[in-house]
């Protein structure tokens, strides 16, 4: 588990929630957050905001619905980018949840992540508030650790 650090408010902007996601990336060198918890006035946990949700949000319904090669592609990812900026994140947001609790073990995180298709899973205490993201990554590095220690020990590859 990460333990909790950027959180956004469903009244967070887009664009502060970009900036946010993007300094991450930039400060976390090869491991970043692909997502960020959401947080209510009293600090519960109300939703998610990933990546890919910022970039459903860019790209246009429509766009499922009609021959895209009739498009005019010149400008348009800015011009919707601009439009959006403004929009808030409680707008975007997954809010059907599923949390872990701390104690919960890696394999509970990992068969929760491959049933629901998550790269990260909030981690709560037994107040319900968030403690964490458990990242894929952080799974990796478990079994990882589970390898190496198998190998030390004579364990079989």
């Known amino acids: 588990m990460t333990r909790a650090g950027d959180t956004l408010t469903p009244d967070?902007?887009?664009r502060e929630a970009s900036l946010l996601l993007e300094a991450a990336r930039d400060a976390g060198g090869g491991c970043h957050p692909r997502c960020?918890?959401?947080?209510?006035?009293?600090?519960?946990l109300v939703g998610l905001l990933s990546v890919r949700d910022i970039l459903k949000a860019v790209y246009p319904f429509y766009m499922t619905l009609s021959d895209v090669a009739d498009l005019a592609w010149d400008g348009m990812l800015e011009h919707i980018a601009h439009k959006l900026a403004r929009k808030k994140v409680g707008e975007v947001m997954v809010?059907?949840?599923?949390?872990v609790h701390e104690d919960a073990p890696l394999m509970e995180c990992l068969d929760h992540m491959m049933r629901r298709d998550e790269e990260s899973l909030p981690v709560v205490g037994p107040d319900g508030r968030?403690?964490?993201?458990?990242?894929?990554a952080d799974v990796l590095r478990a079994i990882t650790r589970s390898m190496e220690d198998g190998a030390t020990l004579g364990g079989k590859s």
């Open 95 to 99: 809010k059907d949840l599923l949390a």
């Open 36 to 44: 960020l918890p959401v947080l209510d006035g009293q600090g519960a």
């Open 130 to 136: 968030l403690k964490g993201m458990a990242h894929e």
């Open 12 to 14: 967070t902007t887009l």
